[in-house]
């Protein structure tokens, strides 16, 4: 076998790890999973790290298991958390739960018939019939109080502020720590990775495993990666509208792809190792390029490609940068007529918008007056036809004089025009 563990050392995706890991990930195809939590309907980018884990393990001959957590779902992992969360109810913990298998085939074939074929799986399947005192006698009995107590995500919430932690929470990493050990049982799953804020969970999963076993078959390993941070020390993973999700639903691909060609210089080189499946050659060689000229941005639009395409498809990309290039390249009139709604919208968010009525404008309106007089964009009409002498106006990206009269045959999807006066300034003016 390859060395995985050497792979993600140098990519900076190894926090913790424990004795043996690497050894046995050496020997054989070694079947892994990775948990991931149903509180939305969807994912965010701050689950980016453990999807491209189970890549890594599946291109490196290991057998990935994703598991959605269904029943530890209905509980709410308390790691990191300063308060008792909100419990979903089961209609919609269900849905969540159909949405993030939906995310994660995405990225995994759980329909391969390869050896190291990928496997999806959701513990409530197998915690639905498992009776409260059989827990108790089977699995409580074998973890003592006082080793749940000492991990941290128990300290905090225990000698922090707010009401504490219900036993309810308190039983999380025992329910979790039963997964291990189930699939361990139907599935030789011997390796649990997960954030460095999972590792009280997965330890007690691996002992777990051992207290209930004997011999070889009390073998359980586990490996976390560092949690992903930004250099100023902000919180990774949002944007000032919130998530960056992994559903153009919720996020849509231009913003998306905006989010990663913002990034500054010492995160993209960071996050580009992290992140894309790029070879460390390649990486070092952009590294130089991108520090030889910082303001062609060469790191932030490889790393903005790749995760593109990685999370959504190439097409998804082109159209992306299409609508990257009418702010900021030498877009025409028909790129900006090709944009759909959304991307039309998240293109000009934040840009000063005018309503006017569909019956002004099928008679056409002078220039003048809708610069002025229907949407304030300039001051006067003196102002206005100063400009439009300039030749600075333009209307949808193109240029217009004074005799220039705006009507249907304008429209973007039917509903919206652009105004722009000299390089910088733009203005929507959208028909109802």
Known sequence: MKNIISELQWRGLVHDIMPGTEEQLLKEMTTTYIGFDPTSDSLHIGSLVPIILLVHLKNFGHKPIALVGGATGMIGDPSGKSDERNL??????????EGIKSVLSRFL??????INAPVLVNNYDWMKNLSFINFARDVGK?????????????????????????????????????????????????????????????????ELVRRMNV???????????????KADGTKFGKSEGGNVWLTADK??????????????????EKYIKIFTFLDAAT????????KTAPHLRVLQRRLAEELTVFVHSKEDLENAIKASNILFGNSTSDDLKQLNEATFLDV?????????????????????????????????????????????????????????????KDLINNQFVLLQSGKKNYFVLRVK
């Not at 979903?88 to 739960?97: C, F, G, M, Q, R």
């Not at 996020?251 to 993209?268: C, E, G, H, I, R």
């Not at 009409?381 to 106006?393: D, V, Y």
């Open 88 to 97: 979903l109810d089961e209609a919609t913990l269900n849905y969540n739960v």
């Open 109 to 114: 074939d759980f329909n391969s018939s390869e």
């Open 142 to 206: 074998r973890i003592t109080v006082n080793y749940m107590m000492a991990k941290d995500s128990v300290k905090k919430r225990l000698s922090g502020e707010g009401e504490g932690m219900s036993f309810t929470e308190f039983t999380y990493q025992l329910i979790q720590g039963y997964d291990f050990y189930h699939l361990h049982k139907e599935y030789n799953c011997l390796l649990q990775m997960g954030g460095s804020d999972q590792w009280g969970n997965i330890t007690t999963g691996t």
């Open 215 to 229: 011999g070889e078959e009390a073998k359980a390993y586990a490996m976390t990666c560092p949690l992903i941070t």
């Open 251 to 268: 996020t849509s691909v231009y913003k998306f792809y905006q989010f990663w060609l913002n990034t500054t210089d010492v995160d993209a």
């Open 283 to 290: 990486i070092d060689t952009l590294i130089v390029e991108h």
């Open 348 to 408: 000009f968010d934040g840009v000063p918008q005018a309503e006017i009525s569909r019956a002004e404008i099928e008679s056409g309106i002078n220039i003048v007056d809708v610069l002025n007089e229907k949407t304030g964009f300039l001051k006067s009409n003196g102002e206005a036809r100063r400009a439009l002498t300039a030749n600075s106006i333009s209307v949808n990206k193109e240029k217009v004089t004074e005799e220039f009269s705006l009507s249907n």
